[in-house]
C-alpha cells in the first residue's frame, strides 16, 4: 500500500486536525489505515498499482491543484510513492502537522530499532557420555516438547537456591483429611516390592517418623486415589555416608498413582541433574526453585494433583500437578506428559480413576512424618 500526500485548499470553518494517536498507531503497525486530515495536507491511499507521476497526477489531484497553487509552491503538491515507514515518518514530520503534534517527529527521528543478536543455546548434551558421581543416574531421553532440554539433561541449568521462610510450618491435619501417618504406626500403609509383591511394611517407626529401610521396597497405602491434596514432611538425616553423592544421597520420591513422581533428593549442597532434584517432576521439570533445606531438618510439601482421564486406550484430559515447596510455589498446574518412569520419555498408559500412593523405596536414608490427604471434589459437591 502507497500513500499520497498532497495539497488540499483550506476550507472556511474550524479546521480537521488529525487524530494524533491513530497516527502513532498506523505509524507503529507499519499501516495507514485511515485517512488523514488537517486544514493544510491531505494523506489518502492509494494502490500501487495506480501510477503516481510527476507528469500526469490522476484527475483528483488535478483538481486539488486548480485553487492557484503549483508545482514549485510546495513539496507535497505531487502524489508520492511512500514505500517505507522511515520515508513517511520524515514527510509528516515536515508537514505543518507535526508542529501541533511534536510527538510525531519525535518518532520520525528515533532511531530504527536494532536488532538483537541471537541468544546463545546452551551445548547439547551428549547422551552416550559418562557423568561425574553427582550427574550419574537415569540416562538422558528424548527431547522434551515446547522445551530446549532433554529428559535428564545435563546441562540443564539448576534450580535458583531460595532460602524459604522459617520455622517451617507444620501443617496439621484438616477435619476432612484422611491421616496416612500420625507418628504412630503404619496402619494405613502396606509394602509393593520390588518383584510386585504386596505385604506388610518393612520401614522402620521411630519417634513420630517413618525412616525407609533401603532395597525392602516401596510403601504403598491401603487406599486408592485419584484428585487430591496431599501434605508431608521429609528429611535427609545428617550422617549419610559422604561417599554417596547426586541421586545415591537421600533418593526417594512422592509418586502419585502409582505413576507420577515428584522426587525427593538430598538436594542443599549436592549437585545432580536438574529435573532430578529435590522438588523436580521427575523427567519433566526441575521446580522452580530450589528452597531445599540442609540434612538434618524437615522439607514440606503440599501437593494439588488433577488425575488423569481416559476413555478406554484414549487419553482425554491429562494430569496436572500443582507444588509448594517449603511453602515457596515449585509447579503451577503444570501438565504431566505421562508416566514418569517410562524411557526415553514420559507416556501415559491407562489406569482406574484412583490408585495407591507410594513412598519410594530407593538410595536412602530419607524420613517422613505428618503426611495426610484430602480427596477433591467439583464446586457444589
Not at 105 to 116: E, L
Not at 143 to 149: D, S
Not at 175 to 185: E, P
Not at 210 to 225: A, C, D, N, R, S
Amino acid at each position: 500500500m502507497g500513500v499520497r500526500i498532497s495539497l488540499k485548499e483550506p476550507k472556511r470553518g474550524t479546521p480537521h486536525l488529525p487524530d494524533p494517536d491513530k497516527i502513532n498507531r498506523a505509524a507503529r503497525l507499519g499501516t495507514y489505515p485511515c485517512t488523514v486530515r488537517c486544514n493544510t495536507v491531505k494523506h489518502e491511499h492509494f494502490s500501487q498499482g495506480e501510477k503516481a507521476t510527476s507528469g500526469s497526477p490522476r484527475d483528483s489531484d488535478k483538481r486539488r491543484l486548480k485553487g492557484g497553487l503549483t508545482d514549485n509552491a510546495n513539496p507535497f503538491d505531487k502524489g508520492q510513492l511512500m514505500s517505507s515507514r522511515r520515508k513517511f515518518l520524515k514527510l509528516i514530520s515536515m508537514a505543518p502537522v507535526a508542529a501541533s503534534f511534536p510527538e510525531l517527529k519525535s518518532i520520525a527521528q528515533s532511531p530504527a530499532p536494532q536488532a538483537q543478536p541471537p541468544q546463545a543455546q546452551p551445548p547439547a548434551t551428549n547422551i552416550n557420555q559418562t557423568f561425574p558421581p553427582q550427574f550419574a543416574g537415569s540416562p538422558v531421553g528424548d527431547p522434551l516438547p515446547g522445551q530446549q532440554w532433554r529428559v535428564h539433561d545435563r546441562s540443564r541449568p539448576q534450580a535458583r537456591k531460595v532460602t524459604p521462610g522459617l520455622p517451617i510450618p507444620e501443617l496439621r491435619p484438616p477435619s476432612d483429611s484422611i491421616v496416612l501417618f500420625n507418628g504412630a504406626d503404619l496402619s494405613q500403609w502396606a509394602m509393593l516390592g520390588r518383584d510386585g509383591q504386596i505385604t506388610d511394611p518393612k520401614w522402620k517407626v521411630e519417634s513420630g517418623f517413618i525412616e525407609m529401610v533401603p532395597h525392602t521396597g516401596h510403601l504403598m497405602t491401603k487406599q486408592t486415589f485419584g484428585d487430591c491434596q496431599l501434605h508431608l514432611e521429609w528429611m535427609t538425616p545428617q550422617g549419610t555416608d559422604p561417599s554417596h553423592v547426586g541421586q545415591m544421597r537421600g533418593n526417594s520420591g512422592v509418586i502419585l498413582m502409582k505413576r507420577y513422581e515428584i522426587q525427593v533428593l538430598s538436594s542443599f549442597d549436592n549437585p545432580t541433574y536438574a529435573d532430578g532434584a529435590a522438588g523436580a517432576i521427575y523427567g519433566l521439570f526441575p521446580p522452580l526453585v530450589s528452597p531445599c533445606r540442609p540434612e538434618g531438618e524437615w522439607n514440606s510439601y503440599d501437593i494439588v494433583f488433577k488425575a488423569p482421564q481416559f476413555n478406554g486406550q484414549a487419553l482425554e484430559k491429562p494430569a496436572y500437578v500443582t507444588l509448594f515447596f517449603n511453602n515457596l510455589l515449585a509447579h503451577d498446574h503444570v501438565e504431566l506428559l505421562g508416566t514418569t518412569s517410562v524411557e526415553p520419555i514420559a507416556k501415559y498408559q491407562p489406569h482406574p480413576a484412583e490408585e495407591p500412593l507410594l513412598l519410594q523405596d530407593h538410595a536412602g536414608p530419607v524420613r517422613y512424618r505428618n503426611i495426610w490427604i484430602r480427596r477433591l471434589q467439583g464446586y457444589d459437591s
